[in-house]
């Protein structure tokens, strides 16, 4: 799930569009083989996270198919389930409306993104 600004949507929409588009594209090349996702591992765990290549590794591989990347649409059920939680833990009080919450015309729009075409490092 990716959180933006309303604020940030209403004057800026063609930078969340290239935001969802470009995360929507990394998704793909990463669901194109494991490979993708060590490559991944390796470049991203030390430019940006600062540790050891190997956590990724395991994230992105224990079990391969934990985590998907090519679908960003929020799913009502799982927006109900998320609800739930977070009123159950106390961090919200009352409902909140899916429909007043997502914008899903932003994944909509990424669905027929290519896959990134980053060679990565091996």
Aim: no cysteine; charged share 30%.
């Amino acid at each position: 799930m990716l959180v933006v600004r309303e604020e940030t949507i209403r004057e800026h929409p063609e930078w969340v569009q290239r935001l969802v588009s470009g995360i929507a594209s990394s998704g793909k090349w990463l669901e194109q083989g494991m490979e993708n996702r060590m490559d991944a591992a390796e470049n991203i765990s030390r430019q940006y996270y600062n540790q050891n290549p190997r956590l990724l590794e395991y994230v992105l591989s224990k079990p391969p198919d934990r985590v998907r990347y090519v679908n960003l649409a929020l799913a009502r059920k799982d927006f109900e389930e998320i609800e739930a939680l977070a009123r159950e833990a106390g961090i919200i009080k009352g409902t909140l409306s899916f429909d007043d919450y997502a914008d899903t015309t932003f994944s909509e729009k990424a669905q027929g993104a290519a896959a990134s075409n980053w060679e990565g490092t091996r």
